[in-house]
């Protein structure tokens, strides 16, 4: 039996999913994100830590509000990074309160 990759249903629905034809109009958006060239693990992680390069790009992203409304965490259970939030099953994960109070120092 051949050894297959399982790649979760969710991926294969995303806008950032490179299962699209190439060239596919519907994904022409993803071209301009900051995020293009940052490892999809980073992307899709549910860690903070991974996170930090992709919210970092985000901070500087011209299609930051596009990302957000095409991939609609909120509404699909989104696991990984859009619109520079981090989302866990669909809810943004916020920051910790002692990360934050690190940050103020």
Request: overall charge positive.
């Amino acid at each position: 039996m051949p050894n297959r990759t399982t790649v979760p249903a969710l991926a294969l629905n995303s806008p950032f999913s490179q299962a699209s034809e190439p060239g596919s109009e519907a994904l022409d958006w993803r071209r301009n994100a900051a995020c293009v060239d940052l490892p999809q693990q980073y992307v899709f992680t549910r860690v903070p830590a991974e996170a930090a390069p992709v919210l970092r790009a985000c901070n500087q992203c011209p299609i930051r509000r596009e990302c957000e409304a095409i991939v609609d965490p909120s509404h699909t259970w989104f696991d990984g990074v859009s619109g520079g939030r981090l989302w866990r099953n669909g809810r943004e994960v916020k920051a910790r309160k002692a990360a934050a109070a690190r940050g103020r120092r």
